[in-house]
Nanobody, 122 residues
Framework: QVQLVQSGGGLVQPGGSLRLSCAAS????????MGWFRQAPGKEREFVAN???????????DYADFVKGRFTISRDNAKNTGHLKMNSLKSEDTAVYYC????????????WGQGTQVTVSS
């Protein structure tokens, strides 16, 4: 089992920045994928970004078009913790954000964080 504990989030004004973190414990993957998703009220959960790692290296980050150039995903392999740095936040970024982890050969994300609220409002 993998436990994912999220931190960060909160209320920020439009144009502001936040950083979300996702700390993993329990079973570790030598190679895997960490993803970030979000769900706004009344909408389905959507993909935000993911990053792959193998051994001590990360590679191959992907982003949804609506966050490209504004969000940056990273992972500290030594600490088994992922981050999502969000800049130039917009009101439409308001949502509950979730991190998730899966093995590199697994189709679906098996483990999910508890979610954290991000509210962008003046």
């Amino acid at each position: 089992q993998v436990q994912l504990v999220q931190s960060g989030g909160g209320l920020v004004q439009p144009g502001g920045s936040l950083r979300l973190s996702c700390a993993a414990s329990g079973r570790t993957f030598s190679s895997g994928v960490m993803g970030w998703f979000r769900q706004a009220p009344g909408k389905e959960r959507e993909f935000v970004a993911n990053i792959r790692w193998s051994g001590g290296s990360t590679y191959g980050a992907d982003y949804a078009d609506f966050v490209k150039g504004r969000f940056t995903i990273s992972r500290d392999n030594a600490k088994n913790t992922g981050h999502l740095k969000m800049n130039s936040l917009k009101s439409e970024d308001t949502a509950v954000y979730y991190c998730a982890v899966k093995g590199i050969m697994t189709l679906n994300y098996d483990y999910w964080g508890q979610g954290t609220q991000v509210t962008v409002s003046s």
